[in-house]
């Protein structure tokens, strides 16, 4: 019973960085009906980056603060630079867009940090917190950072005039802007933002899968998996997927299929959620008009 | 008076299609001036062409200044609110985001409360239904706050594209009383397309009569109505 | 009069235009077909072995672009069905003793139904959902083919071996040549099977569902099948190519089905021209041999090298869709002239 629990709570710590991952990905999904497939690797470029500044001596917090900064910028400029010019492009040019934004982050990443695979610290104290025995101090870290992330955004969202005016932005861009909204600006910041959030999921997630040019692959997927699952079009649907994904994974791993085929767990979500019902469980669903 | 707004040769197209054939229309300061046609003759486009919507050519004179550089996003700056065509309802969003965002431009904090005091005033019912979502919200409903969204920018020009459209008669009279009184007490102007010709005239003290593009026929409202021939052959009553 | 005199003028000059450019056509088919034929006997073992790869490549990209070019259902989990194909070969080569030829067109069989399969429930699946679906199935395949359960079949982690098959009939070939040459044959079919295919009523339907799908289905398309069966048809390319790559390598293992092979595949079609027959080949020569001379040059930049690969196809896919989105083969097709008669046939009238 205890080892049950331990796997549900371990997947809850994971859930959580996947939850985050695909809050990102819905934050450009709302905006312009696509998904980035480069968003895991953007994740883990800004991890490389808290990496090299942690390891030139920073303080962990000033790394992770300035490297959510600095990714919010480089989202930022991306959208602008690479996405931009591709508005009104058809879905097959633009993914095929974010597969090469993917490759030029991996590589690059490899390029610069090379493709060893390295240690990431943990911020959190190595002793367990108030007693809890069945997670890791990492664990419990990464979902009350989880939990913190989750809030601000939806305080952005609901209680900012910013916020109001991405959310406008996203559903009647017409409209918007005649009231006075900058709809490409709002873009480029729900870029950045998304940027911003994926870092968070990489360095939570680095201290527990270890850092490498590959390590957000697997990560993206279950962020797919928990996207799909509870809404690509609904933030806190796409949340809860994450954390439901994160233990269904776990468990899935410790009792059914074995850890060494996980990842096929994220397909069959993904898969049989698209099949069944390809709004999710929390989004709506779409018509094609004709 | 003096023109507010005034277009010299203003042109629209839709691609390579031209829907505008050099327009010469005026708003005067404080005043309602109403634009009537037929299905397709511009009204909407002409709208449309002043706030950027549309590729457009020729001078547009606001407050006697050239506004023909201006984006989209910019002419609200200028204090010029559009009610567009299909009223143009955040359909996810509250009533009260609605509202806020039609204030969106403005950081005069106290003075966007006592204009949310003002528009729940004029329409009651928006008020009641302030934390729903306005998709849900009748037709007229969704007219009356797209209006109150526009009157949060406090403009000193309106432009509304068929307030009418779609509405109960009892509705429409309604909107059209507040319209009256937010020109007289707001000293707000107003530049309306409609449909239903009679009731724009109402309104109305100065109208064009557009016929593809181009103005047919202009004049005081007054006028226009009395005069039996243009009633035949454009306003079909 | 003019009228009457202008047009057979007008006529026979097309007609000599065209059949000028049926002779250039014919031309360039006949010095292609002497470098494919006499390659073997100038090019050393290895290059050899390096242009089967090409061809193999040119198979797999070709059914990658009926689906993608051609249909318009984004697929980046191409290389999964080259796996499929790869691993039924070895399997039923050495657990069933099935002659090496023979299992070439079975595992076409085999990748056709898996294809038709996953096609299935991807037909409800608009253009961006396909595409998360098929990512999923290219980074979940080296862990699927790793499962331990088949491990007695797949050999695991340690993969597959085979024998190096020789030239059948006591050609006087060497083993690099025979195999060469019988890429060569695959190849030359399975490029006039596709040719066939979207020239014909079939091809003209899954560009219309690509193009407008409405229209299509007013028109009495059965929009689900066609696009089941492209799925299935271009797993069967995918197929057959990954058992001829089974055999030329002589080796498979479940680490060369990554991500970045599927991704190559779509680098391919891109380079190569999207809904473009004989671009494939541009693509093919572009993903063996980028990596090739990135892996020469790591005497210069060392272990970064292998980095060299992806960003060269990152930046060229994002340059490509910005600069010329149909391609090479598009662009030859464009330029006015000598060589766009070439890649074109000309238009009947």
Known sequence: ?290 | MEALLETRGLKAFYGPIQVLHGLDIAVQEGGITALLGANGAGKTTTLRALCAMVRREGAINYGGAAMNARQTEDVVRLGIAHVPDGRGTFVDLTVEENLRLGAYTRSDREAVKQDFARVYGYFPRLEERRQQQAGTLSGGEQQMLAISRALMLRPKLLLLDEPSFGLAPIIIKDIFRILRAINREDRVSMLIVEQNANLALDLADHAYLIETGRVAISGPAAAIKSDDSVRRSYLGY | MTLANDTPTALSAAAIAQAGSRRLQRLAMGVFCIFALGLPFVASGYHLFQFAQVLIYAIALLGLNILTGYNGQISLGHGAFYAIGGYAMAILATKFDVPYWATIPVSGLICFVAGFLFGLPALRLGGLYLALATFALAVATPQLLNYRGFDAWTGGSQGLQLGKPHAPFALPLTSDQWLYFLCLVCAALMFWAAANLVRGRIGRAIIAIRDHPIAAETMGINISFYKAMCFGVSALYAGVAGALGSIVVGFISPDSFGLFLSLSFLVGIVVGGLASIWGVLFGALFIEFVPNYADQLSDLFGESAKALPGAIYGILLIGLMYLMPTGVAGVIRTAPGLLSRLFSRPKRV
């Open chain 1, 1 to 290: 019973m205890s080892a049950l629990l331990h796997q549900i709570f371990s997947g809850l710590a994971m859930g959580g960085i996947y939850a985050i991952l695909a809050l990102a990905l819905v934050m450009i999904y709302q905006a312009t009906h696509l998904v980035n497939f480069a968003q895991g690797e953007m994740a883990m470029f800004s991890t490389y980056v808290a990496w090299e500044m942690i390891d030139s001596g920073m303080p962990y917090w000033a790394a992770f603060a300035l490297t959510i900064v600095l990714s919010f910028i480089g989202g930022m400029l991306i959208e602008r630079i690479v996405i931009r010019p591709f508005a009104h492009a058809p879905v097959l040019t633009i993914v095929i867009v974010f597969i090469g934004l993917l490759l030029i982050f991996n590589s690059v990443a490899g390029w610069r940090y090379s493709y060893t695979i390295k240690t990431f610290d943990s911020p959190f104290p190595d002793k367990r917190w108030f007693g809890n025995t069945l997670m890791s101090s990492h664990e419990s870290g990464a979902i009350l950072v989880t939990f913190a992330v989750l809030a601000l955004v939806y305080a952005f969202f609901r209680f900012t005039p910013l916020g109001l005016a991405m959310r406008a932005a996203a559903q009647n861009p017409a409209s918007s802007r005649l009231v006075g909204i900058r709809v490409g600006w709002m873009l480029a910041i729900g870029w950045g933002l998304a940027a911003a959030i994926g870092a968070v999921a990489g360095m939570m997630a680095a201290p527990i899968v270890y850092l490498d040019p590959n390590m957000m692959l697997g990560i993206l997927l279950y962020a797919f998996a928990g996207a799909v699952l509870g809404g690509i079009d609904n933030p806190w649907g796409a949340a809860i997927g994450g954390f439901t994904v994160g233990v269904l994974e776990n468990i899935a791993g410790a009792y059914v299929v074995g850890p060494e085929i996980k990842l096929s767990v994220a397909l069959v979500i993904i898969v049989g959620v698209l099949v069944v019902r390809p709004s999710g469980l929390f989004g709506r669903t779409l018509v094609t008009r004709v």
